[in-house]
């Protein structure tokens, strides 16, 4: 592993150890209030479906499992704020945008470039695999663009990845909204990870 990338781990894992930390003064029957999960006693632990994949979150030790025995710390520290910070708020069936959220509009330019700039990058001129993409990760088709697909990103939590054909006078575009209920469950920050993660799954679908 080169220096620079033990190093970002190194930076990754310190919000996550924290958040192990504040997951164990959050009561277990809190967390199910505010999130609809069930938490199993006899396991000590929680189950998070995050699009097709189940994650097994101990309690109190905040220790994450999943398909994978590398995941990211990124995500496990996502995990944790969900169980952490949800408040329990279903959504009104509306799409948001980034901009909407707290703050959206002071970390939007990182947000455009990180995740929907990443996403037009990796399927350009390559709707069809999009779509494929899309359907595998858990996503239910909806009429809004050329490709269009509401996905169930976590419980009570919906992303939508939009994407519109390019012609002769306007180049291929997409876009990452949000159900409207998601300032009450993650920041403009948080948001940027959850756009890394619905990529990461796209990605992964097709390779």
Known sequence: MKPEAVVEKRKDKIP????KKELAKTLPSTIEENTGLIYNEEKSSF??????DEYS?????????????N???????????????????????KMIHYRDVPDGNIYYANFY??????????????????????QKIGGEKIDTADISYKIPFLH?????????????????????????NVEYYFS???LAFVGDIVNDYLLKAIY
Not at 47 to 52: I, N, R, S
Not at 57 to 66: A, L, M, R
Not at 160 to 179: H, T
């Open 57 to 69: 979150i101990s309690y109190p030790g905040g220790e994450v499992k999943g398909p994978s025995e």
């Open 156 to 180: 009570n939590i919906y992303v939508y990845v939009l994407y519109w054909r390019g012609d002769d006078e306007f180049p291929a575009s997409a876009q990452i909204l949000f159900s409207d």
């Open 188 to 190: 403009a920050e948080d």
């Open 47 to 52: 189950t998070v479906k995050l699009m097709t």
């Open 113 to 134: 470039g990180r995740c929907i700039m990443r996403l037009a990058k990796t399927f350009k001129n390559k709707p069809d695999l999009l779509d494929i993409a899309l």
């Open 16 to 19: 996550y150890e924290y958040y």
């Open 71 to 93: 995941i990211k710390y990124s995500l496990k520290t996502l995990l944790l704020r969900y169980l952490i910070n949800s408040k329990g708020v279903k959504p009104a069936g």
